[in-house]
């Protein structure tokens, strides 16, 4: 429970600290995709899916605040670097506060290994946790909206108008936001690491689906339409 104590404080009082120690992290960065609703929501889901699994919430909080207190590009070289930037900075961060040495090595490794791009298999429960709720929140409608703000962000192109779902092609996220659900997004319910964060990636990824299915479907229609008119 979050009544548990950490060192001199119950960890419910230590998760005001967790945030302003993101907020500082981040006073000279921004990523509109990766913004304090989408900590926030991670951080729901790791607590709910730590109560689910029984891992240690000493450990799953404060990573899931800290996760992503290093920003890096998605477009940028370091990009499978951010994650153990993100983990050696929240230990500093963590140790300046106070909170105990001996969770500092679990949390290095439950924030490093939550990143897909940097392909650290997780190796504790806590760590599988914190990777799971961060995933969750790359699907569904609220994945879907991310994966779209950031694509405009970066100025991409929502599809190839010669093939908006890449059937024939192989997808390429870096040209097309669109075809970012095929290189990562519908693979992720397959690698989930717990059972309820599965049963709610399926469901999101289901939802996924659905969007594709509708936008090919009106894409058809209006090619149609363009096709009758020009007959």
């Not at 108008?161 to 992720?188: C, G, I, Q, S, W």
Request: with cysteine.
């Amino acid at each position: 429970m979050t009544d548990l104590l950490i060192g001199t404080r119950p960890l419910a009082a230590w998760e005001p600290v967790f945030e302003a120690l993101l907020r500082r992290a981040w006073a000279d960065a921004s990523d509109p995709a990766h913004d304090l609703e989408h900590v926030r929501r991670v951080v729901r889901w790791a607590r709910r899916l730590a109560l689910a699994e029984g891992a240690d919430l000493a450990v799953v909080l404060p990573a899931a605040w800290l996760h992503d207190c290093v920003l890096v590009p998605k477009d940028h070289p370091e990009r499978p670097l951010a994650s153990r930037k993100a983990a050696d900075r929240a230990v500093v961060l963590l140790r300046e506060a106070g909170y105990p040495e001996s969770l500092l090595p679990a949390i290095h490794h439950a924030i490093e290994a939550h990143s897909f791009s940097a392909g650290i298999p997780p190796r504790t429960l806590e760590a599988r946790v914190v990777q799971d709720a961060d995933r969750l929140d790359a699907l569904g409608a609220i994945g879907l909206a991310r994966m779209l703000m950031l694509g405009g962000a970066t100025g991409r192109p929502l599809y190839d108008p010669a093939e908006p779902v890449p059937r024939n092609r192989p997808p390429d996220d870096r040209r097309y936001v669109l075809d970012h659900l095929f290189t990562k997004l519908l693979h992720l319910a397959d690698r989930m690491q717990t059972e309820a964060g599965r049963r709610e990636a399926q469901r999101r990824t289901a939802f996924l689906q659905a969007f594709l299915e509708a936008l090919q479907r009106e894409l058809d229609q209006a090619d149609a339409a363009s096709a009758r008119g020009s007959a």
